[in-house]
């Protein structure tokens, strides 16, 4: 799986849009870009996973530039309970299952 | 449909027992890992079982480490002896066999918090 890059930390009030930039130079031509949230006590869950363009669901939507290099997640008009640990992976997903990477993710802390 | 369910949640022992622990995966996934993460470290992958056969277990950290999953069903590791070093919160996930590449959406469990004194 390719190396990523995410801030570490990130603050904001509720009911802003929260968008948190993943760097990833290395991506291959077949790596798909996942999204994890974690929140205190619990295990990751899948956010949303995108290739190229724009990923919208229920939840967040998540941008990929044309040369997949970074990609955004990004939260519309947060709220406390999205108070979360965030993680950006990169990597070919084969039918046999994949190993999840995790790097040390971006903790996101929403105040009133 | 119930998730991965875990357990115990807590394990407190000494150093030198044994502790197992257990990960009963979503009905049907074929696919179980194993991760854990250390007092701040990242979640590390352990081990990956496809059905019942062990498909990667390039993260077990050491022999005193075993990981069972009988009959493709639930799953449990156990460690023995148990030393400082193994405490943190152990993850299970499963996924299912999607048959397609990308999309291998692992579903966690709540994690067991072992704690090794």
């Known amino acids: 799986l390719a190396k990523t890059t995410q801030p570490i930390s990130m603050d904001s009030y509720e009911g802003q849009e929260v968008n948190i930039t993943c760097s990833h130079n290395?991506?291959?031509?077949?790596?798909?870009i996942t999204w994890y949230q974690q929140f205190p006590s619990q295990g990751p869950r899948f956010i949303i996973q995108g290739y190229k363009t724009k990923v919208t669901n229920e939840v967040a939507s998540l941008f990929i530039p044309a040369d997949r290099k970074s990609s955004t997640l990004s939260l519309p008009r947060v709220s406390l309970s999205d108070t979360a640990v965030y993680y950006c992976?990169?990597?070919?997903?084969?039918?046999?299952?994949?190993?999840?990477?995790f790097g040390k993710g971006t903790t996101l802390s929403v105040s009133s | 449909e119930a998730g991965v369910t875990q357990f115990p949640s807590h394990s407190v022992i000494e150093k030198g027992q044994t502790v197992t622990l257990r990960c009963d995966p979503i009905?049907?996934?074929?696919?179980l890992y194993w991760y854990r993460r250390v007092m701040g470290k990242e979640i590390k992958f352990l081990l990956h079982f496809v059905k019942e056969s062990k498909q990667d277990e390039s993260g077990m950290p050491n022999n005193r480490f075993l990981a069972e999953r009988t009959g493709g069903t639930y799953s449990t590791l156990k460690v023995q002896p148990a030393e400082l070093e193994d405490s943190g919160v152990y993850f299970c996930a499963s996924s299912p066999n999607s048959g397609a590449s990308s999309t291998d959406t692992q579903y966690f469990g709540p994690g067991t918090r072992l704690t090794v004194l």
């Open positions: 290395n991506i291959a031509t077949n790596d798909y």
């Open positions: 992976l990169v990597g070919f997903f084969n039918q046999a299952g994949t190993a999840l990477i």
């Open positions: 009905s049907g996934h074929d696919n």
